[in-house]
């Protein structure tokens, strides 16, 4: 026990020397600085490998580890914080307040729960974002189009995708990029392909491909320089690949 208890002030952060340290003191017959150590380990890693594995061996350590959970559980979100300001994500908030409360019930009884809850909105794969409804906006244009969000944590996601089409064939090239107040500028998905628009031609239907966005199309994409993918898509949803 002695051993356990300096490997904790040696590394205080490291939940597996608590949980050591917790089936040490339970095999000296003190319950209640097992239940302690147990705790402490679920501060710092509560769905752990290491807690999970050593609380069904630590029955009697169980009525005063629970104890413990009553009042060291304050599972936070921060839905409203983090959940975009739009009509969506309001809704958004709605599952992430729900989530919120089933992970502090899952705490309090000593079971595995989310310690963090994802509340953005995705750039659109078809359509456009309105203002309002959508944390942000788009520009679209025959040729070119730019979808902009804005996160709840004040990151920002942008889309952006350039081509023409001629007949029911169009060509485009387009990049995503982010914007993180911690993390700075990045870019991904850098690629393009070929659209084949399936559809009788119309003046609609070709309204539909310019803006990059064909009803029914088989398309050929490569993102990131990976190998080509050949997806057919009806309103961007896919309904085959190869």
Known sequence: ????????????EEPLYWTNLARSTAAAGDADGAAAALARAHLLEPNGLALLETLPMLPGAAPGYSRALQTQCD????????????IIGGLMSV???????????????????????????????YGILIPGLNSGFSVAVPG????VLVQGDGSVDV????????GPVGGYLRADGHYDPSGGVSFDNPGGGVRVNLLPNSPANQLASDLGHPPV??????LNGGPVQINGEAYNAGLLSF
Do not use: K, W
């Open 1 to 12: 026990m002695e051993h356990g208890a300096r490997a904790t002030e040696l590394a205080p």
């Open 75 to 86: 599972v936070n979100f921060r839905c409203q914080e983090i959940c975009p300001r739009s």
């Open 95 to 125: 599952t992430c307040e729900i989530e919120n409360s089933s992970a502090q019930i899952a705490c309090t009884e000593g079971r595995p729960y989310p310690t963090s809850y994802r509340c953005e909105e995705d750039l659109p794969e």
């Open 144 to 147: 070119f189009s730019a979808h």
């Open 159 to 166: 889309r952006v995708e350039a081509g023409a089409s001629i």
């Open 217 to 222: 199309h088989i398309e050929a994409e490569t």
